[in-house]
Nanobody, 120 residues
Framework: VQLVESGGGLVQAGGSLRLSCAAS????????MAWHRQAPGKQRELVAG????????NYVDSVKGRFTISRDNAKNTIYLQMNSLQPEDTAVYYC??????????????WGQGTQVTVSS
């Protein structure tokens, strides 16, 4: 599974950005897709995730009410709408997918990352 992200950039505090992540066609079955982020000097953290096919979502507490993860199954794409951005949201954002093969073995796949910078 190849993941291609887009939509990062520079925004002022209080602004919004929308990230996109398109997954390539694959024989793997994608069970879960998520956005992670990693700020300089910090560990990578899961920001938001969405299960397939149920569409259940989960968020880290720091983004609840501000970020929304969604998916377009027809396009094999997920999105992260980020509103009310704050400087502490500055990080490289990575798209990830947990996919399983015909034997049910799961593997994680990662995008290349996209930089989000929020200025104060």
């Amino acid at each position: 599974v190849q993941l291609v992200e887009s939509g990062g950039g520079l925004v002022q505090a209080g602004g919004s950005l929308r990230l996109s992540c398109a997954a390539s066609e694959s024989t793997f079955r994608i069970n879960f897709m998520a956005w992670h982020r990693q700020a300089p000097g910090k560990q990578r953290e899961l920001v938001a995730g969405v299960t397939s096919p149920s569409g259940n979502t989960n968020y880290v507490d720091s983004v609840k009410g501000r970020f929304t993860i969604s998916r377009d199954n027809a396009k094999n794409t997920i999105y992260l709408q980020m509103n009310s951005l704050q400087p502490e949201d500055t990080a490289v954002y990575y798209c990830s997918a947990l996919a399983s093969d015909d034997l049910g073995r799961g593997t994680w796949h990662w995008g290349q990352g996209t930089q989000v910078t929020v200025s104060s």
